[in-house]
């Protein structure tokens, strides 16, 4: 079912938007084509994973430490690879209607700079001091 007017309107506000607020994020949005190879690398951290934490499990069992410890630095490298390979998209790409900083106080470049985590972090601390700081 295609969108209204309306709804075509208010999706183009909403990129719009976003893009005004975070223009690295939405560039890596808009080009999220995924480097060759990089799908297989994911598959391939996932099945590490998966086989390192059986043998973790197996070596716990059998009460094999030496088992156990391969099967945690196995599980281990699994989850990096995936998470490089997930992440690796995002930090090659240079935003492109991104600005550079310079000429800008080091302070405003900063605050433009603030993610999404900075914010809640900046709320919750404020939030902590407000009620005292007891919890």
């Given at each position: 079912m295609?969108?209204s007017?309306?709804?075509?309107?208010?999706l183009?506000?909403m990129?719009?938007?976003?893009?005004?607020?975070?223009p690295?994020f939405?560039?890596?949005?808009?080009?999220a084509?995924?480097r060759p190879?990089s799908?297989?690398?994911?598959a391939v951290?996932?099945l590490l994973a998966?086989?390192g934490?059986?043998?973790l499990?197996?070596?716990?069992?059998?009460?094999?430490?030496a088992l156990?410890?391969?099967?945690?630095?196995?599980?281990l490298?699994g989850?990096?690879?995936?998470?490089?390979t997930l992440?690796?998209?995002?930090?090659a790409?240079?935003a492109?209607?991104?600005k550079p900083?310079?000429?800008?106080?080091a302070k405003q470049?900063?605050?433009e700079k603030a993610?999404?985590?900075d914010?809640m972090?900046?709320?919750?601390?404020?939030?902590?001091?407000?009620d005292?700081?007891?919890?």
């Amino acid at each position: 079912m295609p969108l209204s007017e309306h709804e075509q309107r208010l999706l183009e506000q909403m990129e719009r938007a976003l893009y005004a607020e975070d223009p690295k994020f939405a560039s890596s949005l808009r080009s999220a084509t995924p480097r060759p190879g990089s799908r297989r690398r994911a598959a391939v951290g996932v099945l590490l994973a998966l086989v390192g934490a059986g043998l973790l499990v197996a070596g716990s069992a059998t009460s094999i430490v030496a088992l156990g410890v391969l099967g945690f630095l196995v599980m281990l490298g699994g989850t990096f690879l995936v998470i490089r390979t997930l992440r690796a998209p995002a930090e090659a790409a240079p935003a492109a209607g991104a600005k550079p900083a310079a000429g800008k106080p080091a302070k405003q470049a900063k605050a433009e700079k603030a993610g999404f985590m900075d914010k809640m972090d900046e709320r919750f601390r404020k939030r902590r001091e407000g009620d005292g700081g007891e919890y």
